[in-house]
Nanobody
Framework: EVQLVESGGGLVQPGGSLRLSCAASGFALSNYAMSWLRQAPGKGLEWVSAMDSGGGSTKYADSVKGRFTISRDNAKNTLYLQMNSLKPEDAAVYFC?????????????????????WGQGTQVTVSA
């Protein structure tokens, strides 16, 4: 059965860093594109970053570009999101999601239609 389990969230001061992990089971990360999304209190899901199945192509929302880095370790079947220079507006529950496709969908960042599985989320709090 497909399962995604996020971890690594917590409390961090503005300007600090966290690395989120998404442990996948039931499928190989190497076969599918993956995304990170987040949801702040009272707001909808916001797409954050994506990586194609081969790991050679990545995309980022403008709000996190230059600060966040998506990566994967196929041997561990784990997806990561390194978050640096964190801002209060980055505070949210972060989810990893499995794409139905190996490549980026034309609607990436605009629709959740490409995702067939989500993790339970891990909370990131940015506060002094």
């Amino acid at each position: 059965e497909v399962q995604l389990v996020e971890s690594g969230g917590g409390l961090v001061q503005p300007g600090g860093s966290l690395r989120l992990s998404c442990a996948a089971s039931g499928f190989a990360l190497s076969n599918y594109a993956m995304s990170w999304l987040r949801q702040a209190p009272g707001k909808g899901l916001e797409w954050v970053s994506a990586m194609d199945s081969g790991g050679g192509s990545t995309k980022y929302a403008d709000s996190v570009k230059g600060r966040f880095t998506i990566s994967r370790d196929n041997a561990k079947n784990t997806l990561y999101l390194q978050m640096n220079s964190l801002k209060p507006e980055d505070a949210a529950v972060y989810f990893c999601a499995k794409s139905r496709l190996a490549v980026f969908a034309p609607w990436l960042g605009r629709s959740n239609d490409e995702y067939d599985y989500w993790g339970q989320g891990t909370q990131v709090t940015v506060s002094a």
